[in-house]
């Protein structure tokens, strides 16, 4: 088994929606949390572990110290959803005026990088190991956005995309490469910086980038980027087995690499996998689980959820063999009862409009959340 971890934004607020900025308190006075450009949002992230087991505690338990700072603070919850559902688009509201970077993402993209998600970290020591693994995860990201869509609102509005955020989030360099090897990764960034299209090695915002200590010459993990944020714990780490299991099949078997496996036309296959990716992307941000989409292998037209039923039965295997297959199993109930954005759009076609869905939807979650606590975590010593 490899290592994860995950970085989850989340927007703080109140019970009937309101999302209020209070990431200045709350990183003051919380341990593991650190602030967002935007004060609406806050960010923790786990330590990289390998059990599975452990990881639905670690995503868990710093959820409920937030939500008990929350209430002494008033009467404040957390907020489902990756985008600004009811309100607020037109404004930045600045958790470090004097910070420099910030000042550069506030003016140069404004609102549209104020969204909660989950990024998702996979332990891969060797750099062309990660390099193929990150060209096949890219390629497949559109599958994960899928599974994760959560944003069908913004600003009180039903969009008419499944992940909002995604749709209209700022892709950084507009054009990213599916890197051949580690020594492309490094010059491709060097470039970048020179030209001034990325301000620093961080200001790379796809869907899919290798991590590390030292970008980008020092790398240890894949990071994907692309999901929303996903309130239920235990179909994130679904979604995650079937990354993990994803990798470890890539790792094995280099064969995978669409650079190699691609029945595309190999005088030109990196672009079109790049064009055809984006594409992707765009189609599952608006359609998520339901949309069209074409195959990295042969080009082929398939449903994302018929796709991801075809991944699901490749990687069982993989995933059995390293003991944690059996957390696979809620990605069917995703497929069955559709993700996040498509059970609220679902309470829009009864007739309910977006602020009472996400009412409900932040009411539904805070119990779920309070009986999954006391079940798998420890009782927070007062």
Known sequence: MLSKGFEVEMYTGTPDGEIVGLSDKIVANLHGFVREPDSRNVEYTTAPLYRYERLLCELVRPRRQLRAYLHQLGNYTLIPGSTLALAGSDRFYRSDPGNPYHSYIEQTYGTTVVTASIHINIGISDPETLMRACRLVRVEAPLYL??????????????????????????????????????????????????????????????????????????????????????????????????????????????????????????????????????????????????????????????????????????????????????????????REGNEAQRWLKQIEQGHDPETVMKQAIQTIAAEELVLADEICQPLVA
């Open 146 to 335: 899928a599974l994760s869509a959560a944003s069908p609102f913004l600003d009180g509005n039903v969009t008419g995309f499944h992940s909002t955020r995604w749709g209209l989030f700022p892709k950084t360099p507009a054009h990213v490469p599916l890197f051949e090897s580690h020594r492309h990764y490094i010059d491709w960034t060097e470039a970048q910086l020179e030209k001034g299209t990325m301000q620093n090695v961080r200001h790379l915002w796809s869907s899919v980038r290798p991590n590390g200590d030292h970008r980008p010459y020092s790398l240890n993990r894949l990071e994907l980027r692309i999901c929303d944020l996903m309130t239920d714990p235990i179909a994130l780490l679904a979604l995650t087995a079937l990354l993990e299991a994803r990798i470890l099949q890539i790792a094995q078997h280099p064969e995978l690499d669409p650079l190699q496996y691609s029945l595309l036309p190999a005088s030109d296959r990196a672009e079109a996998l790049v064009a055809l990716t984006d594409a992707n992307e765009t189609a599952a941000a608006k359609l998520s689980l339901d949309a069209e989409l074409r195959h990295w292998r042969d080009g082929r037209t398939i449903l994302a959820r018929d796709w991801i039923e075809e991944l699901y039965q490749e990687v069982w295997g993989t995933a059995k063999q390293g003991g944690f297959s059996c957390f696979l199993l809620p990605l069917k109930k995703i497929l």
